[in-house]
């Protein structure tokens, strides 16, 4: 019984934050990618609770393993919300890629989907296909965890470029799904390899306490859907001829020029000095950093500089210089213009920051 209500309620409030994404005003593509995540774990809960109880096995026995063609999507969707909320540029091949596993195992299942109601009710646990029921199970449960790993090594190489509060929302969905996805993965191996005897209540309880720490963490801080709005930018150069492959080239360069020249230690780095430096045309540049990574080039530059600067007073060079005198190290040209790129990337000041950093040392 209870875990038939944990079930349930794991259930309620993942189709209620999908009516709530779907039937925003200004739904995107983050929206219905996150939508569709929730989504297919209602599903599968929903699906559970029908087979375990007999009901689907009785009455709707054309649905026997649907759930698995569901849950083999949801790693791919998840991974496509953390790529579509960093605006990233990805082609139309490595988009392929991503949902490579899930119709994998979409071929395993669709020919048992296929089969007669009476087949499926004699063969309900599939042991007529046991490797593909096996690779199913692989798919299902470990594409998610994959997708996790891929999603925070995103999340944090493009850390420098987010807002503070849509990296912590990020972050923290990215680390959820994770340690879920790992506890499923784990009771699965256990059950498949080592013992049989695991009551798979506990992984629907573990997709449940996922989405209700989703739903906790959207309502409180009002994250739901906190992304970089590249969408609404593209707006601004839909007659551009600038492609999402030669925008993600452009930017991967970019990051190598900053990381390996330190450009951003001149202080009067421009624009048209970094583009000619790319051998590509300002206006190019330009876009890039606007319609992917939603940051104006001023900006970009100065995030590179504070945190060469953090790393710098990290090190303990406060020690031997002023604040003001590292900054300009790093490549800003006055106090005002630090202050201000500062207060902007970290939400606070420079004398606050260091108070902080001097509490933690005490601490």
Known sequence: MYAHL??????????SLVFFLLTKR?????????????????????????????????????????????????????????????GLAVSNVRKALIYLPAFLGAVLVVPYLLQSADFKREWEFSEFTPIAYYINYLIARGTLLIYCILAWNVIQKKRKDLKKETY???????????FSSLI?????????????????????????????LIAVKAIREGHLSQQLVANSKAKSYQSSSLSEEHASDILSRLD???????????????????????????????????????????????????????????????????????AMECGFNSKSSFNLAFKKYKGMSPTQFLKNMSDKMVA
């Open 6 to 15: 944990v079930i349930f309620i794991g259930s309620f409030i993942a189709f």
């Open 26 to 86: 200004d739904r995107k593509k983050p929206y219905v990618y996150l939508a569709l995540f929730l989504l297919s774990i209602g599903l599968f809960q929903v699906l559970h609770y029908l087979r375990v109880e007999g009901i689907m096995k009785e009455y709707l026995p054309h649905l026997l393993r649907l759930r698995f063609l569901i849950h083999g999507f949801t790693g791919a969707l998840f991974f496509s919300y953390i790529v579509e909320s960093l």
């Open 168 to 178: 912590q929302w990020l972050a923290f969905i990215t680390t959820a799904c994770f």
């Open 184 to 212: 499923t993965s784990g009771i699965t191996f256990v059950d498949f390899v080592i013992y049989d005897f695991v009551s798979y209540h506990w992984l629907h309880l573990s997709s449940t306490v996922l989405v209700i």
């Open 256 to 326: 190598d020029l900053m990381e390996q020249q330190q450009l951003y230690l001149q202080s009067k780095l421009t624009l048209p000095e970094t583009a000619k430096n790319l051998n590509e045309s300002p206006h190019n540049v330009s876009q890039s950093l606007n319609q992917y990574r939603s940051i104006k080039f001023n900006d970009f530059v100065n995030q590179w500089r504070l945190e060469r600067l953090i790393q710098q007073l990290e090190k303990g060079e406060l020690q031997h210089k002023t604040l003001l005198g590292i």
